[in-house]
């Protein structure tokens, strides 16, 4: 199945580059693609017929309650009984249920396009939300009028619905309604050209894929593998479901003639050797005739702020993106390269794809962790509670990257759980590890008390707060993870030492050899202290042991990524004169590269090929293509530590005077390494609201120091704990 023909270019592809490569696919990609398949249709990815026909049934009795509805408003506004017959509202769908990639019990995100004169606040957050109440086959009705987009949630029929309302400048909404037009944004609100944007961007994309079948496997794999890693979640600062539909929707423009098996595999391949934060783009950004604010950061000095910008391709284009953090980045690129890893054992037909989908073992991946508890009175306010506290939870990292300068890193965990003891309960988990690769000294810590107070008081600015709505902060450790996070109250064993192995962690003897004469000192002090009667004093030692072990493993860990890095390094250079060859020879043109079907020669890309030459081409032609996305952004500074030392200092002052309210740079401090961990931080801190950058931040660093970052000290044991409204 093609897209329509209107996405075509003039040049003959679809995209803001030429394809990577035009080779078709092989035998071996069938076979894989078929495994793929089965593998998808095993862990029941795919709804039934029945509930299919059910969804239907359900948009289609929705459709009639806003007609309904929308003649109900018109005849109490006093409009006459000719214009109440013709008065109309129109029900579209968006997201994963538009594209195709839905799965059983699925939310479908839906749009309530109406007239001039149904308001959003009074007609449609008060009638239509009435109407709906009153209806037996509408449960836990939820409205959220205050969110960025403003949302009503509930079930219909056990169907869950999430239902955006856009006001138009029509006094009747045709039914043959063309949402895709720029035109139906004139004169539109703020909330109403977001509310479009969902259907139109969906449409948009269907539009600019080559094949949709092969783009609606391949995303329907990319959203299971990034739920069973946990990095599906644009709230918790990582990817929504819109954000991986336009990363798969570029992969299919880069090789169009590629089955989802292939897709899959060049999605890592790409992905982790893609500069960010250049962006992702399906097609170039138009300014467009309305005046509307597009994502140009050449203009907008927050723009450049964001740390992975995949951009919506309807007008008005707009960063998709902007939740993400230095550290979800971090735990994002981590996992593209596992995947990546795993793909080519599998294309090396050394791997099954069961293993690409195994779950993240979250809680056996740090040492530290937050505990974000909440409570409240009763299960409706919980509900109420815990949509809102979700929403401000993506701001503590936030926080806390900005406060500790980047060195303390979160990862937030997508999903919460719930104390089955406790009544009207959840809480939420975030990892914590100092930043990688940073030397570290004796005694060193972060205190991130003053972070979460404000945090606290963040969530407790909460509107509709009610008695009982509580919140608790607390760190534990890894031992200390409460049994209720685990399948059946079970805690895993620790994985032995053959299982690390198997995932390739090897020790070398000199490397134990190492860790051994590491952690002697603190043997021997333990050693010296046995027969002392002082549990404290045991206990003190043993700790110190147990850290120090801990620091050796980091050291190791550290050590293996170097290994690593200086490998890739190697590969590198000793193959990138024939790369190099290779790509002068491709002239990069899509005639040169391999025709679909062909039989896969030197001179392609070497998609298909195992070739180590023809795979640094590619990495080449990945590099040119991530560099340089588009000519719109032609004039856009390409990172920012390409900036000299002067601009720097001034973009630190400027950021200083802007009055956010963080800490100042100080001048003996140097500017290009400081400022590209204070601008990151400061720019995750504007996308804020106004009331948040106006609160205090952390006191500023000492004026006399040598640090090249300002040292904030942390005791991770000291937490802060904050509960209910006054606390």
């Given amino acids: 199945m093609g897209s329509s023909g209107v996405a075509k270019r003039n040049n003959r592809y679809l995209g803001v580059t030429e394809p990577i490569s035009l080779s078709g696919p092989t035998e071996f990609d069938v076979i894989k693609t078929r495994d793929l398949e089965k593998f998808l249709e095993d862990a029941r990815l795919y709804e039934s017929q029945e509930e299919a026909v059910s969804r239907e049934e359900v948009l289609g009795r929705l459709d009639q309650i806003v007609k309904i509805w929308v003649k109900k408003i018109s005849r109490a506004k006093g409009f006459n009984e000719q214009f109440v017959q013709e008065a109309n509202a129109k029900i579209f769908t968006f997201g994963s249920y538009r594209l195709g990639v839905h799965g059983p019990g699925a939310d479908i995100d839906t749009l309530c396009v109406g007239p001039r004169h149904a308001t959003r606040e009074e007609d449609f957050f008060m009638e239509l939300h009435n109407m709906l109440a009153e209806m037996p086959e509408v449960t836990e009705l939820h409205p959220v009028p205050d969110a960025h987009v403003p949302v009503m949630r509930f079930k219909f029929d056990g169907v869950s619905i999430d239902l955006l309302y856009a006001k138009l400048a029509l006094w009747v909404i045709p039914e043959d309604l063309d949402i895709s037009q720029d035109s139906i944004l004139q004169n539109a609100d703020e909330q109403t050209v977001r509310s479009l944007n969902g259907c139109r961007v969906t449409d948009q994309i269907l539009r600019l894929v080559p094949n949709i079948q092969n783009f609606r496997t391949t995303l329907r794999c990319m959203r299971f593998w990034a739920k069973r890693r946990g990095v599906y979640s644009n709230v918790a600062g990582f990817l929504g479901g819109i954000n991986w539909a336009l990363l798969v929707a570029r992969i299919c423009q880069l090789y169009p003639n590629a089955l989802p098996s292939m897709l899959v595999s060049r999605f890592f391949r790409v992905f982790i050797q893609w500069r960010w934060p250049n962006p992702v783009m399906l097609c170039e950004i138009e300014e467009g005739t309305l005046g509307l604010p597009v994502w140009d950061p050449r203009k907008n000095f927050r723009d450049r702020l964001h740390q992975m910008p995949i951009i919506t391709p309807a007008y008005p284009c707009m960063n998709s993106s902007y939740n993400v953090s230095s550290s979800t980045l971090r735990v994002m690129i981590e996992e593209f390269q596992r995947g990546n890893e795993i793909c080519e054992a599998i294309e090396a037909n050394k791997g099954e794809w069961s293993s690409l989908f195994d779950s993240y073992p979250f809680f056996e991946a740090y040492k530290h962790y937050l505990q974000i508890d909440i409570t409240a009175a009763n299960e409706d306010d919980l509900r109420k509670w815990r949509g809102w506290v979700e929403s401000r939870l993506r701001t503590l990292t936030l926080k806390i990257e900005r406060h500790t300068f980047g060195m303390l890193q979160c990862h937030p965990h997508p999903n919460n759980f719930s104390d089955k003891t406790r009544l009207f309960h959840c809480c939420y988990f975030m990892g914590l590890q100092r930043k990688q690769g940073v030397p570290t000294h004796e005694g060193e810590q972060f205190d991130i008390r003053v972070t979460v107070e404000e945090f606290k008081q963040s969530v407790n600015i909460y509107t509709l707060w009610k008695s009982g709505m509580e919140i608790q902060v607390s760190h534990i450790k890894r031992r200390s993870i409460p049994l209720f996070v685990f399948p059946g109250g079970i805690r895993p064993l620790r994985p032995s030492r053959s299982a690390a192995v198997a995932e390739g962690l090897t020790v070398s003897k000199a490397n134990v050899s190492n860790m051994v004469q590491a952690i002697k000192p603190s043997v021997t002090i333990c050693d010296k202290t046995a027969d002392a009667t002082d549990e404290g004093t045991k206990q003190k030692h043993t700790i110190t042991v147990a850290s120090r072990i801990d620091n050796v493993v980091e050291m190791f860990e550290s050590h293996k990524d170097e290994s690593r890095k200086r490998k890739r390094e190697e590969d590198h250079s000793e193959s990138s004169a024939d790369a190099q060859r290779l790509s002068n020879q491709s002239n990069e043109s899509p005639e040169n590269v391999a025709a679909p079907g062909g039989s896969g020669s030197s001179e392609e890309l070497g998609i298909c090929s195992a070739d180590q030459a023809s795979k640094e081409a590619e990495a080449l032609a990945i590099k040119n293509i991530s560099g340089s996305p588009s000519a719109t952004l032609a004039a856009l500074p390409e990172e920012l530590d390409e900036l000299d030392d002067f601009k720097l200092q001034k973009l630190a002052k400027n950021l200083t005077d802007s009055g956010n309210g963080c800490p100042e740079v100080h001048s003996t401090t140097k ?57």
């Fill in 671 to 727: 500017p290009a390494e400081t400022l590209k961990g204070h601008y990151v931080a400061n720019g995750a801190a504007q996308e804020l609201e106004a009331a948040e950058l106006s609160a205090p931040c952390c006191s500023a660093p000492p004026a006399a120091t040598t640090q090249r970052k300002p040292l904030i000290r942390i005791s991770l044991s000291s937490v802060g704990k904050a509960t209910g409204k006054n606390a």
